[in-house]
């Protein structure tokens, strides 16, 4: 017995490491959990092992006093032990946790490990141990700079091929040579990092994992840009910035334009259905979970059973890429270059691209034959300003009755527009406008700004947006092969969630005219409460109006299910528009997906909700556009560097090249005259291009005093990397 419980504490222990540094704030319910089992064993090294594995993480959640509380309880307990390893790395993470406040005391403790580093010949530790010193005598300034100890540590963690944190050492360095003013040999140093930190990236096994550790090395590339524009050299700033982002679905586009997916073995294939019938079963306990009061053992078990199967889900993914006859014989995709960015646009397009720094952000505006740069505010500054739009924006019903909120939310509609595009510039009279975001930029409705020389974008732009510039040249080269659809749309609406609703039980069922839907009802939801969105049979009936039956499909109530949205037939079909509910997951983003039809004819509970990871293996290769007519569709968790993992880029994987999507929650309603509006423009005598279609329809809405205020028509924005 006492075995098995000290092997869990290890376990748990090696649970919330692995999880450390990409979900910190997992990792501590795993560390409280290990600490009770040491504690009850009486086992003071694994006590104080695990105290130190909790200052760690309490370091990265930014709760110095905290840690600071840890590693003293682990010194103490450590007096009964002799390892001086141990010993050593509860004084680095002590001074750490003390280094802002109290520098002397941090050098005092990070000599101290440096000699107990050196009595066992760690030279990991001493390398560690250094970069400390070297960081503390650099924030003191004057002639012992740090330098001396970042170039003995960067030494010692080369040669002992620790290449990750080689990367670590050479940005202090350059930021050391940054304040000395010497910036050339600064960028140097920075470029050898990133270098480091891209070979790192392409071994690192699994999406998710690949992702977080790239979000944690962005200061690297955030500070490089930042050098490169002082120094007077936008266009390597631009490429800097380029590579920076998007990567990993940069990564999935690659792969599934080179169709991976396709060679994997049966044992694979078999492995990783379990693995998708096993996470379905725990997704459900979540969303269950998450309307009970709250039990913190029980979700601390399952939350440790589902990070188990998603890192074996991660490793089927990595051995089937391994497996690959095409995988092997193909290059990682490099980030395009601001020339091969530049021969993708025409005459009437700019791609704005947006990057935030800390002291100051940047704007580059890329046309087809020049590259305009503007210097912002440091990113605190951009989402004081940010902010408010996003807060205010679906407050439309109260700013009706409150005049002072009103002027609030337009004066932060003029400000935001004033201090991201106020500029004078060549691309303002450029009609089609690619917007790749940073931070919370991407969450703004950039279709709602007023701006100094036009009253708002909607009026006079088309807007598209996109995670990486980089991902024109991945979408535009998967076109070439994309084989054309046979058929017009295939249509998901209106499903049935629950045995209440009153077409269960009944044989057949005429969709008539919508019921009435409370004010307020909108189309995303946290748990299986899902009400039915009665109008979104008014989409149907706008779609059905335009196109004929024999290009046609339509699957309401019962028919819009899982199991036939996954099937083959829907690659037949250029649109796919799905009008339900949209789920989102924070926590776990493969989780997040749209609700169909969750029960049969006769009441009987079946799988209808769709998730990210089984969006991936939707048959999409003919599919032009996929309309997601569910609220915040366009949002998901955001990581740095990644932008919002949500279900769109589900849906570019699968095949699809534009992704309509939404940032907030709408009225049903309004959304059903959004879409009624769109194709009309879309598929009706104009037969406009999606951007065009939604500009159209947006300009329109915000024409009439019912839809004019910028909550009823601004959320829905186009992903797309196709004109």
Not at 250 to 266: A, H, K, M, V, Y
Not at 366 to 373: C, G, I, K
Request: glycine letters at 8%; charged letters at 25%; hydrophobic letters at 40%.
């Amino acid at each position: 017995m006492l075995d098995r419980r000290d092997a869990l504490g290890r376990s748990l222990n090696a649970l919330a490491l692995s999880y450390s540094s990409i979900k910190p704030q997992m990792a501590m319910p795993y560390l409280a959990r290990a600490l009770r089992i040491f504690q009850g064993l009486r086992s003071p090294a694994a006590e104080a092992g695990t105290l130190v594995n909790m200052g760690h993480v309490q370091l990265l959640l930014g709760n110095t006093e905290g840690a600071a509380e840890s590693q003293r309880r682990a010194l103490e307990l450590l007096k009964k032990t002799p390892d001086k390893r141990a010993t050593a790395e509860a004084m680095l993470t002590l001074g750490a946790a003390v280094e802002s406040h109290d520098s002397s005391e941090a050098e005092r403790l990070y000599r101290a490990a440096l000699q107990n580093y050196d009595q066992i010949g760690d030279r990991r530790g001493q390398a560690s141990a250094l970069h400390h010193l070297g960081r503390v005598h650099a924030a003191a300034g004057g002639v012992n700079s740090g330098m001396e100890e970042f170039e003995r540590s960067f030494a010692l963690r080369r040669d002992a091929g620790i290449r990750d944190s080689a990367a670590e050492s050479l940005s202090e360095m350059g930021r050391v040579l940054e304040s000395r003013g010497d910036l050339e040999n600064a960028g140097r140093r920075l470029s050898e990092a990133i270098q480091l930190v891209e070979t790192l990236r392409s071994n690192v096994p699994g999406d998710e994992f690949r992702a977080f550790y790239f979000a944690s090395k962005q200061p690297y590339y955030e500070r490089y840009i930042d050098l490169q524009m002082r120094m007077d050299r936008p266009a390597g700033a631009f490429n800097t910035a380029e590579q920076a982002r998007g990567r990993a679905l940069l990564d999935l586009i690659f792969e599934s334009r080179n169709r991976i997916q396709g060679d994997i073995s049966p044992a694979l294939r078999a492995q990783q259905l379990r693995l998708e019938r096993q996470l379905n079963f725990k997704s459900q306990q979540v969303i269950s979970m998450s309307r009970q009061p709250t039990n913190l053992e029980r979700e601390t078990l399952l939350r440790a059973e589902i990070d188990k199967l998603l890192a074996e889900y991660n490793l089927v993914e990595a051995d089937i890429r391994r497996q690959s006859p095409r995988y092997a014989g193909l290059w990682q995709p490099h980030p395009a270059t601001l020339e091969e960015i530049q021969k993708l646009l025409n005459e009437d397009t700019a791609l704005l691209e947006f990057s935030l720094g800390e002291s100051r952000s940047y704007l580059w505006a890329v046309t087809h034959d020049r590259l305009d740069t503007y210097i912002l505010p440091g990113r605190a500054v951009v989402e004081r300003v940010a902010k408010p739009v996003i807060e205010l924006v679906g407050s439309a019903h109260t700013r009706e009755r409150d005049p002072a909120l009103q002027r609030k939310f337009d004066r932060a509609l003029a400000e935001s527009g004033r201090v991201l595009l106020g500029h004078a510039g060549t691309f303002r009279a450029k009609k089609r406008w690619i917007i790749v975001g940073d931070g919370i930029l991407q969450y703004l409705p950039f279709a709602a700004l007023r701006l100094p020389f036009q009253p708002s974008p909607a009026s006079g732009h088309e807007i598209r947006l996109l995670p990486s510039a980089s991902l024109l040249t991945e979408l535009g080269a998967r076109k070439i092969d994309r084989p054309g659809a046979q058929r017009a749309v295939a249509v998901f609406a209106d499903p049935v969630f629950d045995a209440l609703d009153p077409r269960v039980g009944r044989l057949t069922h005429s969709a008539g005219p919508p019921r009435s839907s409370p004010a307020g009802d909108s189309r995303s939801a946290t748990g299986w409460n899902l009400a039915r969105l009665s109008f979104s049979q008014l989409e149907v009936k706008a779609i059905s109006d335009l196109v004929p039956a024999k290009d046609l499909l339509i699957a309401t109530g019962f028919a819009a299910t899982k199991s036939r949205l996954m099937g083959p037939d829907i690659a037949k079909y250029r649109i796919l528009h799905l009008s339900t509910h949209a789920l989102l997951n924070d926590s776990y983003p493969q989780f997040s997906g749209v609700a169909l039809s969750q029960v049969d004819p006769d009441g009987r509970s079946q799988d209808g909700f769709l998730r990210l990871y089984e969006i991936y293996n939707l048959h999409l290769a003919g599919t032009e556009l996929v309309v997601l007519s569910a609220c915040k569709t366009g949002l998901g968790k955001e990581i740095r560097g990644e932008g919002l993992v949500g279900v769109a880029r589900g849906f570019l994987y699968a095949g699809t090249d534009r992704v309509l999507v939404s940032l907030w929650e709408v009225e049903d309603e309004a959304t059903a005259e959004l879409m009624r509006r769109f194709y009309n423009a879309l598929l009706g005598k104009q037969r406009l291009r999606p951007a065009a279609a939604l500009a159209t329809a947006q300009a329109s809405m915000k024409a009439e005093r019912r839809w004019q205020a910028p909550y009823y028509w601004a959320g829905f924005t186009l992903i797309s990397g196709q004109d």
